[in-house]
């Protein structure tokens, strides 16, 4: 087990420092940095003085250790329209984004397991077909208009939801959130149901998928002759055992979610980082762009590794392999 | 054709002659098996003929400004022209341009970003694969440490960040597609390449002396083909949409020239005011499309897939 965490985290560093002299590349080598670091809008002083800062002057290789070592600082630059910090302006509106994207998360779940299961125990029904066609439609149905036509039918014709913005917040540990008031969860209903359709029909299929399989297994048969009611095998049973395949890929897909928030976000002008990094693409506001993008690198890293880490927790089978390898 | 709609109509076919039966009139027999891909292939073909044909078929060429009246801007579905003579069936947009005639257009744009970039990245990506899979090691093992950490980011998360640094246009649309998606070939055509790699004819191949590149890619290649059709046809539904996405938050293809996500990203702010048309239309021709080829994409994997053969 540490020898596997250890591994993973070599893993993990490496991908960082990799992503980090790509970025680099990116931006100093390929691009002009002055263009991109310094606003267009700065006078002759401050591009001087920025220049000496940012060190543009010195060689590259220079350079490069000026750039990981400020960003090691958690110094990612200054956002031109904000004039703050890119990476604590990003920070900001991180709670948003994550408030949304645990709130489809769950709603994945809590619909698509059930569902899913369904489908997977009468695949020839009517129900299990219908869950089956209603999957197809939401891998289907593209993310922003699906969005723009929730808004055109719950705020523009039923007018029973907002059709944007986060509504009122209140701050629990100094941190706003929108889900302790009626407001701020009717802001976040259409958006969260927005960015989980997605999400649902994959755990529809996965649980469909699992629970076909789990069927036929020895062990099923076994309760089955042990004498337990359905139910129960259903249940406990199998329900444990489909879990497995749903946790990995709901792990990895949290990142993705945090991704396709910018399109939510975009949709519902959802004040979080997608929406932000849209705005600074928009505004030509490279910092953030770029803050963004090491931000969100680390992010997923940081979810891979979780998510490796509990595949091993949860099934012995990866942890023994990794062990003789 | 005919043959292979009768085989599937009868309930057990019998054997057919061994001689008569080709693996292409078996593919198409067991393809059409089912109606539903059928009707789906015929929607995607009509789809792809409005694409092509798109100036003969739509009533007016909605980016001819002189066939542009702005007195006949945001009308709804079905009201005639300020003139009389023609009628908007989908509506019209603020500048006065026929929807219809637009999505028609637009259509053509998304699916020609869609193949293009599908096409280029099935053969960068095959060629990269099959590559790693014949010489295996260091090759190998470098070439998919790189699929595999591209694979790790989201395909939208990655085009986005491409586009922010590349700019706006068609052509670099089409550039972050690519680069978005020849991991996928990559990572499908090595898996098989090296199953096939494994097989007698290969070693036969081997033996006759013909060089490495004859071998890869008149021999292995043409064997690896049939799971990359079925990653392609997905692959080519997942680009158009990401395509449309990327357009919707306006980092996409340039408004001069717009594809059905831009379409949508226009009416987007009539729809607050309920003027529904100039969004929903868009969208139901991008939802039909994407369904369509998906549903395709699902046929051929059944039929294609060795697994699920009895």
Known sequence: MLVYLLRRLGQSVFVVAAMAVLVFVGVYAIGNPIDILISPEADQIEREAAIARLGLDKPLWQQFLIFVESALQGDLGRSFVYATDALGLILSKLPATLELAFLALLIAVFLGVPLGMLAGLKPDSVVGKSIMAGSILGFSLPNFWQGMMLILLFAVIFKVLPSGGRGETVEVFGVAVSFLTLDGLAHLLLPAVNLALFKTSLVIRLARAGTREAMLQDYVKFARAKGLRPRRIVLVHVAKNIMIPVVTILGLELGSMIAFAVVTESVFAWPGMGKLLIDSIQHLDRPVVVAYLMLTVFLFIVINLAVDLLYCVLDPRVRLSEVRA | MTDALKAAATPTPLPRPAWRTTPLARFAAEFTASPVAVAALCVTLTLALLAVFAELITPQNPYDLAQLDIMDGMLPPGSTDFAGTMTYHLGTDQQGRDMLSAIIFGLRMSLGVGAMSTLIALSLGMSVGVLAAYFGGKVDAAIMRVVDLQLSFPAILVALILLAVLGKGVDKVVIALIIVQ?????????????????????????????????????????????????????????????????????????????????????????????????????????????????????????????????
């Not at chain 2, 013909?210 to 290649?221: Q, T, Y």
């Open chain 2, 182 to 310: 020849w991991a996928y070939y990559a990572r499908t055509v090595r898996g098989t390449a090296l199953v096939e790699r494994r097989k007698e004819y290969i070693e036969a191949a081997a033996c006759l002396a013909l060089s490495h590149r004859r071998i890869v890619f008149r021999h292995l290649l043409p064997n690896c083909l049939p799971p990359l059709i079925v990653v392609a046809t997905v692959q080519v539904a997942h680009a158009i949409a990401l395509e449309a996405t990327l357009s919707f938050l306006g980092v996409g293809v340039p408004i001069t020239e717009p594809s059905l996500g831009l379409l949508i990203a226009n009416g987007y702010d009539y729809m607050l005011s309920g003027k529904y048309w100039v969004s929903f239309f868009p969208g139901v021709a991008l939802l039909v499309t994407i369904v369509a080829i998906n549903l395709v994409g699902d046929q051929l994997r059944d039929v294609l897939n060795p697994r699920l053969r009895r």
